[in-house]
C-alpha cells in the first residue's frame, strides 16, 4: 500500500491512498483525515486502508483522480519526532580518515543518532530556502522509517513490528555550522534545518525482497544538475532500522509517527558515488589533495530517486536552493 | 491570561483557560480545541480567550469547574518542536571547572541550544518512568516559551512579538548517556528523555514587572524528597528568550507551538543552591573533592514552583521516579 499527504487548508494536510504506479489516487479521509490519525490507529485503520488501495488498483474507485507529486506535502508535514541515524559506517570511516577526526568508541555497536527537527518537513519539489551561500548547503539522500508507538525499553528483535511505514528523505545540511555545534558537544542544530521528503510512503511489503533484515536494498540514484552524482545502495546499512528503532526507544517510549532515518546511504563513496556533497568532497581531500566539487549555490537543483526493477516506489525527491527573504 | 490542557481521549488533550489563582477552570473548546490549534491562530484567539478568561475571573462563566493541576497534561503534549538551550552561563562555567572541560569558544555570544524531543511531554504529577536507576536521573528546572510562527532569520529585536507563553519545566536528564553522546558530537539523545511541564502556561503580562528584558525574574523553588534543593533566580539568563528564539529561527523558520526553553536556572550553585543535581555535585567536587549527593532512585520525588510576589504562576511540578516495565 502506498499513501500520500495532499496540501490542505489543515498543517498536517490531508491523506490519500497513491497507486503502485504513482498515477492515481483516492482520498482516504473517510477513514483516516491525515497519515498522523492512520498511524496513530494504525491497526484499526491499515486494513480499511488496504482495501481501498485495491480498488483504486482494479479501477474500482470511483473518485479517483490523478495523482500529482508537485500537490504532495512531506508524507508527515509535522511529525511528532524526527531521529536521524548515521548507520552506514563506509560514511563516517570516510570523514575521519578525510578530516583527521578522533574515532567514536564503539561505534560499530552503538549506533549514531541525533534528534532532528520535525515542525515543517518539505514536500519533495519544495524549494529549499536559504539566506546565504556561505552556509554550505548540502543534500543527504536517506531511507527512512514511520513507526506506530513504541514502548520505552523495545529490544531490535520486536522492533520491527512498530515499522509501518518506509520514505525516501532528503536530510538538507548546513555544513558551515555543523563543526561548532559538533565541537560544543550539543550537536547538530543550525546545521540541520528542514528535511525533505519523497511524495509517497510505503508498506514494507510494497519492497517484496528489497525489504529484507530491516534494511532497504535499492541503489539511490542522486543528481546535482541533472548530472549523476551517485546510486548507492541501501542494503549496506550497518544497523538494520530495527536497531536504529531500538536505539532510540531505549529510554523513552516513541509515539506514533515518529519517524527513524538512515543517515547519508553510503557505500564508501567510491565507483557508486555519494549521496551527499560532503561525503564526495572528503572522497576528492583522501584522492586529490583538496575538495573540489562546491556546497550549492542559488538555482542549483538536486534530484534523488530509489526505483525497484526499474518501477517507482516512493516518487522523486527534486528540489532547489533559492534564496530567502529577509525577516 | 492562564491556559491549560486537560487529557481527554485525544493525544493533543482540550484547552481550557484557567483562573489567576489556579482553581477554576473553563472550556475553551468554542474557541479553539486544543492549545497547539490556539497558537496557530493565536492573533483571532487570543482575543476570545482572554475575553473568557475575564468572565472566570470575574465569576461570570456559568461552565466553569474546579481545576485539578492533577488533571493537567503538559500544556502541548505532543509539541511540534522542543529546543532547549543553555542561557545561564553560570552553570556552564561551574561544570568546566569542575569537570576540567575544554572551554566552547564564542560561549558569551552564540547560544548554546540543543534539539530535545517534543512528541510525548509529561504532565505535572505524571511519574518519570525509567529501566534503571544506574542512568543518572537528574531534573532540571527551567523556565520556557512558546511561540507562534517565526520566520527565517527573525532578529532578536522582533523575536520578542512571537513569544505567546511562558511555561516551567522539568528538563529530564539521564547523565550516564551524556559524556558518550556529547563526545560523539551528534549531541544529547538517549540522554534526554521525555521533558515535564507546570500545569498552566501563561502570557508574559501575567508575570507584571517580573517579565522584562525576555526574562522571567523569579526564584525557581527546588526540593528533593522534601527539602530545600534551590531557589536561583530566572533573571540571570545571559541571554534572553528573544535571543534564543532568534538563534532557533536562525537558518529556518519555526512553526507554531515551538517550545524554546532556558536551560537549568542557575545562579552558580552558591547560596541559592541548585536546579539540578549535576550542579550541585560539581559544587561539591570543587569544594570538598568529590560529588556526594546521588542521582534520584526510584521513589524520589522532585518539586519545583516559581511563585509571584507569593502567588502561583505555573503552579507546580511534582513527580516522582518510577521503575518501568520492561517492554
Given amino acids: 500500500m502506498k499513501l500520500a499527504t495532499l496540501r490542505s487548508d489543515r498543517r498536517d494536510?490531508?491523506?490519500?491512498?497513491?497507486?503502485?504506479?504513482?498515477?492515481?489516487?483516492?482520498?482516504?479521509?473517510?477513514i483516516a483525515s491525515t497519515?498522523?490519525?492512520?498511524?496513530?490507529?494504525?491497526?484499526?485503520?491499515?486494513?480499511?486502508?488496504?482495501?481501498?488501495?485495491?480498488?483504486?488498483?482494479?479501477?474500482?474507485?470511483?473518485?479517483?483522480?490523478?495523482?500529482?507529486?508537485?500537490?504532495?506535502?512531506?508524507?508527515?508535514?509535522?511529525?511528532?519526532?524526527?531521529?536521524?541515524?548515521?548507520?552506514?559506517?563506509?560514511?563516517?570511516?570516510?570523514?575521519?580518515?578525510?578530516?583527521?577526526?578522533p574515532p567514536i568508541p564503539d561505534v560499530e555497536r552503538i549506533p549514531l543518532m541525533y534528534q532532528g527537527s520535525s515542525d515543517d518537513m518539505l514536500g519533495p519539489h519544495d524549494d529549499i530556502p536559504v539566506l546565504d551561500e556561505a552556509w554550505g548547503?548540502?543534500?543527504?539522500?536517506?531511507?527512512g522509517v514511520i513507526v506506530d508507538d513504541v514502548p520505552m525499553g523495545c529490544p531490535a528483535s520486536r522492533a520491527g513490528e512498530h515499522i509501518r511505514l518506509l520514505v525516501q528523505i532528503n536530510?538538507?545540511?548546513?555544513?558551515?555550522?555543523?563543526?561548532?555545534?559538533?565541537?560544543?558537544?550539543?550537536?547538530?542544530?543550525?546545521?540541520k534545518p528542514s528535511s525533505s521528503f519523497a511524495p509517497v510512503a510505503v508498506t514494507p511489503d510494497e519492497l517484496g525482497d528489497a525489504w529484507r533484515k530491516a534494511r532497504v536494498h535499492l541503489p539511490l540514484r542522486v543528481?546535482?544538475?541533472?548530472?549523476?552524482?551517485?546510486?548507492?545502495?541501501?542494503g549496506a546499512m550497518h544497523f538494520g532500522f530495527d536497531e536504529l528503532?531500538?536505539?532510540?526507544?531505549?529510554t523513552?517510549?516513541?509515539?506514533a509517527g515518529t519517524i527513524i532515518g538512515s543517515g547519508t546511504v553510503s557505500n564508501g563513496g567510491g565507483a557508486q558515488g555519494s549521496a551527499c556533497i560532503a561525503e564526495r568532497r572528503a572522497t576528492e581531500l583522501v584522492t586529490v589533495g583538496a575538495p573540489e566539487t562546491p556546497f550549492m549555490a542559488f538555482g542549483d537543483q538536486v534530484?534523488?530517486?530509489?526505483?525497484?526493477?526499474?518501477?517507482?516506489?516512493?516518487?522523486?525527491?527534486d528540489q532547489q536552493i533559492v534564496r530567502a527573504a529577509r525577516a
Fill in 245 to 250: 528503532v531500538a536505539h532510540a526507544a531505549a
Fill in 35 to 101: 497519515m498522523l490519525e492512520a498511524l496513530e490507529r494504525w491497526s484499526e485503520v491499515a486494513p480499511r486502508l488496504r482495501e481501498l488501495a485495491e480498488e483504486l488498483e482494479e479501477g474500482r474507485a470511483p473518485t479517483a483522480f490523478d495523482f500529482d507529486p508537485r500537490e504532495a506535502a512531506a508524507p508527515l508535514p509535522r511529525a511528532p519526532q524526527w531521529c536521524d541515524g548515521s548507520a552506514f559506517l563506509a560514511h563516517g570511516e570516510l570523514m575521519q580518515r578525510a578530516f583527521d577526526l
Fill in 171 to 191: 536530510d538538507v545540511s548546513l555544513r558551515a555550522f555543523a563543526p561548532r555545534e559538533m565541537r560544543s558537544g550539543f550537536g547538530f542544530f543550525q546545521s
Fill in 13 to 30: 494536510g490531508r491523506l490519500v491512498v497513491v497507486s503502485r504506479d504513482l498515477t492515481r489516487a483516492v482520498d482516504a479521509a473517510g
Fill in 252 to 255: 523513552r517510549r516513541l509515539t
Fill in 223 to 234: 543528481e546535482l544538475n541533472g548530472q549523476w552524482f551517485g546510486e548507492p545502495d541501501g
Fill in 137 to 143: 548547503v548540502d543534500f543527504e539522500g536517506e531511507f
Fill in 303 to 317: 534530484r534523488m530517486e530509489a526505483r525497484c526493477n526499474g518501477k517507482p516506489v516512493f516518487g522523486a525527491i
